[in-house]
């Protein structure tokens, strides 16, 4: 007899529908869609990073302005290496510190001189030096006054000169650069002009404005690198100045210490007396 489970057909398996993913701009339900990232604004050939960019824009730069802006940039980089030095050297040298002289020279004018030599003894600072100097000699048995001025002398000029070393350059470049950048005009200019000939009578007005704007660059770049080259040469010429000066004001007070007072005469005898020296 037949089975009658086994004449009973298999269910039909039911077809599976594939299940559709939610696209990345849909949300929650009831949130606001999200829209998807605009990637088609983009150009295809846009650079990988600002590094490409400056790179690209810093060779069209040289492209369009020319030799002239090559040296012109080699210029810059010297004025900031030699502006950079000066600061460094002048911070080293404490250039700007009105202080151990000032206190030495108070105790100077006390007859105080153990004092005065402690203070400035070891300074690194010019005028600090030259009054070290000073009082080293004055201190001698029966020194001579006006040799000792003529070596004083002779050690502030050098001194003068170490700390004016290097701006003689950069007062060249600052003067250089400008007169570069009106040569880079005039050659952009010339170029400007010869491909208007050689463009006979289909003058393009676009390509003498490009050669124009192009031959003025150079100027502009000259100009750039001048003004704050000049400013600095100023400002530090001015601060080697203010130290010269400090020089001869502190030897001039470290040598007229006993003068007398506005008023006060001193005796006949007493000016007569030969100097052998200013040491207390």
């Not at 400056?54 to 002239?68: E, H, L, Y």
Request: aromatic share 4%; proline share 9%; net charge negative.
């Amino acid at each position: 007899m037949p089975d009658p489970v086994s004449n009973v057909a298999p269910p039909a398996a039911e077809p599976i529908m594939p299940t559709a993913s939610p696209l990345p701009s849909e949300g929650p339900v009831g949130a606001a869609p999200i829209p998807a990232p605009a990637t088609d604004l983009l150009p295809a050939d846009a650079p990988a990073d600002w590094l490409t960019t400056a790179q690209t824009q810093i060779g069209a730069f040289v492209d369009a302005g020319g030799p002239v802006v090559v040296v012109l940039a080699l210029l810059s980089t010297v004025a900031l290496a030699i502006v950079l030095l000066k600061l460094w050297q002048f911070r080293q040298l404490r250039l700007d510190q009105r202080e151990p002289v000032e206190t030495a020279l108070r105790h100077w004018r006390q007859h105080d001189a153990r004092s005065a030599h402690a203070l400035v003894a070891g300074s690194p600072q010019p005028v600090a030096q030259l009054v070290h100097l000073a009082l080293d000699g004055l201190e001698q048995p029966r020194v001579d006054l006006a040799i000792l001025r003529e070596e004083l002398a002779r050690v502030a000029s050098a001194r003068m000169e170490q700390l004016r070393s290097y701006l003689r350059a950069l007062e060249i470049i600052g003067t250089l650069s400008p007169l570069l950048g009106l040569l880079g005009t005039v050659l952009g200019m010339i170029e400007a002009f010869r491909q208007l000939q050689t463009a006979g009578a289909r003058v393009d007005p676009a390509l003498l404005s490009g050669g124009i704007w192009e031959a003025l660059l150079t100027t502009a770049v000259g100009l750039t690198v001048a003004i704050p080259v000049v400013l600095a040469h100023t400002w530090l010429e001015r601060r080697v100045d203010r130290c010269g000066h400090r020089m001869e004001d502190a030897v001039t007070q470290v040598f007229t210490r006993d003068l007398s007072p506005p008023g006060r005469q001193q005796s006949p005898r007493k000016a007569a007396a030969p100097g052998v020296g200013y040491a207390a």
